[in-house]
């Protein structure tokens, strides 16, 4: 049995934690809330309360954490996984993370002996719970076949696109069209009210069109329609998203006008919108 460790247990960790033991892997993990801990111990996790007691027990680490400086804490600080894990560890970073902070680590882990696979992740809290996330994944060919029992226990469809870092560029690509998503649904939902089509009506209709998207068919029934609001998936983690989006864009020094809009006004909800609400809040736009 692979002994799998999991740093980070918030929103998708801890689903992802009990999706890996439900599979069989021997499964420990940690995080920096002893709150968390507490709850995911409560779950039947085994729990250990640093990075250091985990990554001296396991074969592969699975990281879910909330910014790239975050992994790369973990990963380099005193105690970290490079200070405290065996040659052969193979590190799996599901966390929405920059693509050059990815690259520079997985050299600092090969140079240890150690490998770095990133798998970034969508479908939000509740697919990692049963194991059906959708995942972009960077890494060679040989550390992407290791790490796929790991990836196929958590996952419904896992797509290989490149090396390391190829991941998190899928993922800032895949969550700058969410972003953009869901700003031109919230203006259209209310360009077509503001001329007296409903907004339930509307979302029907363009369900069964061209203008679909997953925020048509997903998000406007699931969380904002019925006022819920409740994705798990906060703005704050979004604008981060929309920040790497806005960066990888910047050092491009390509012409991208529609992202530069994009990423402007989710930028700008920061005066609006509290960073714990949930991220399908930036549809109300016009109140930005
Ligand atoms: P979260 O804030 O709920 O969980 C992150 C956890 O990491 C927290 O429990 C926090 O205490 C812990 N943590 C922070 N610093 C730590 C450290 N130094 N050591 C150990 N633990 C530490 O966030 P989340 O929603 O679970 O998101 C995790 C990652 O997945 C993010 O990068 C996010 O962008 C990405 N993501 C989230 C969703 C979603 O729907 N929530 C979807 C796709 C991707």
Known sequence: VTAVGIIGLGNMGRGMALSLQRAGFAVTGTDVS?????????????TVDCVAGLAARVEVIV?????????????TQPGGILDSASPGVLVIDTSTSHPDTTRQ??????????????????????????GELGMMVGG????????????????????????????????????????????????????AEHAGVPADKLLSAINAASGRSAVTEVNYPTWILNDAFNSGFTMQLMRKDVRLAAELADSS??????????????QQSAATIADGEDFNRIVASDRL
Not at 63 to 75: D, H, N, R, W
Not at 105 to 130: F, Y
């Open 34 to 46: 002893v709150d968390v801990r507490q709850q995911l111990a409560d779950e039947g996790i085994s």
């Open 63 to 75: 990281l879910s954490l909330p910014t790239a400086a975050i992994v790369s804490q973990v990963v």
């Open 105 to 130: 680590l997985a050299v600092q882990l090969r140079a240890a002996g150690m490998a770095l696979v990133d798998a970034p992740v969508s479908g939000g809290a509740g697919k990692a719970l049963t």
């Open 140 to 191: 060679s060919r040989a550390d992407v076949a290791r790490a796929q029992p790991i990836l196929a226990a958590m996952s419904a469809k896992c797509v290989h696109v490149g090396d390391a870092g190829a991941g998190h560029v899928a993922k800032i690509a895949n969550n700058l069209m969410c972003a953009a998503h869901l700003l031109v649904a919230g203006e259209v939902t209310r360009l």
């Open 253 to 266: 020094g390509l012409v991208l006008p529609l992202t530069q809009a994009v990423t402007g006004l989710w």
